[in-house]
């Protein structure tokens, strides 16, 4: 048993060796006639390999172009529409502080408004206590008088001023108006340019997605056509290794190979010569033995035949 498990593994030995011999020829290219259309085979599904290949460089150098011309496209739509949104921030900011100032100018202008309502009811108020102190008998009724005359004085200077301010304030608005809506409309239509561009840079970007889609799913393709004819490439070469053991065509390169798979045949036929000994000893044995058994048998016989014929009285 033990001699039987040691061949097996030098048999696993002997075919991983033949299988190098293959390779190793193979890839130095040391062809002979005596395996000439194995070696033919292996040649085609390489040419094979290689066309493939070759289609593939032209599929990646195309993908290599098409992938430029789409980068170069988005970073040119994108540098456009950077800029309009730089723009539209810009415009928003200024058009804050214009709708800021025009708010500020409504809220100065009914200010105004409110401080001359003040003022007017204030002027009423004096000129009813004017009206009542000159119809009084007070002992300081004149100076009273000269007090509430003075404070009217001072009232409508108030009044002019303000409604001189007033109008000069209401006059800013329109101006203020118009930047807004300005501004306003310039925000819109940055906004509607960044979107053309968006949908612009989808359509123009659509053709070159499909050809970089298409592209690399052919080379995928080509990929598993060169992995499935490197997998039958791939035992074509071991098998040729053990046309080349038979063949042994003389070269330096797979003379190394030569001498591992020399050691192997002789351990191997030493191997089984050891056990073509052991098996002969137990034949040998074997034949002993059966004869031992047989005799045995006979002489047993014999002595149960002598016994019975003693009993008989025969002897």
């Known amino acids: 048993m033990q001699l039987g498990s040691e061949a097996k593994k030098i048999d696993k030995v002997k075919a991983l060796q033949i299988e190098e011999l293959g390779q190793k020829a193979w890839q130095s290219k040391v062809s002979d006639p005596s395996y000439a259309q194995a070696w033919a085979d292996i040649e085609a599904v390489e040419t094979q390999i290689d066309r493939i290949k070759e289609h593939s460089r032209s599929l990646q150098d195309n993908l290599n172009r098409v992938s430029t011309e789409r980068e170069n496209l988005t970073i040119d739509f994108d540098n456009q529409i950077s800029q309009l949104e730089l723009q539209r921030k810009d415009t928003e900011s200024k058009l804050k502080q214009a709708q800021s100032a025009l708010h500020q100018l409504d809220t100065d202008i009914d200010a105004l408004a409110s401080q ?163 098996d002969s000893k137990l034949e040998e044995l074997d034949k002993t033995a059966s004869r031992n058994f047989y005799l045995l048998i006979l002489i047993g016989i014999i002595v149960l035949v002598l016994g019975t014929l003693m009993i008989a009285g025969v002897l």
């Open 116 to 278: 001359k309502s003040t003022i007017q009811h204030e002027i009423k108020a004096t000129r009813t206590d004017l009206i009542n102190t000159e119809g009084s008998d007070e002992p300081d009724r004149q100076d009273i008088l000269i007090s509430l005359n003075a404070r009217l004085d001072g009232l409508v200077s108030q009044l002019l001023e303000v409604s001189n301010d007033e109008p000069e304030l209401a006059a800013r608005i329109p101006s203020y108006q118009s930047e807004v809506l300005a501004l306003n409309a310039r925000v819109t239509e940055l906004s509607d340019q960044a979107r053309r561009l968006e949908g612009q840079k989808s359509q123009e970007l659509e053709p070159l997605n499909l050809q970089v889609e298409a592209l690399e799913k052919q080379l995928r393709t080509k990929s598993e056509e060169i992995k499935d004819l490197q997998g039958k490439m791939e035992p074509m070469i071991k098998s040729l290794g053990y046309q080349i053991d038979t063949a042994r065509p003389s070269s330096e390169v797979l003379q190394e190979q030569y001498n591992l798979l020399d050691a192997t045949y002789q351990k191997l036929a030493n191997t089984t010569q050891e056990r073509t000994e052991i």
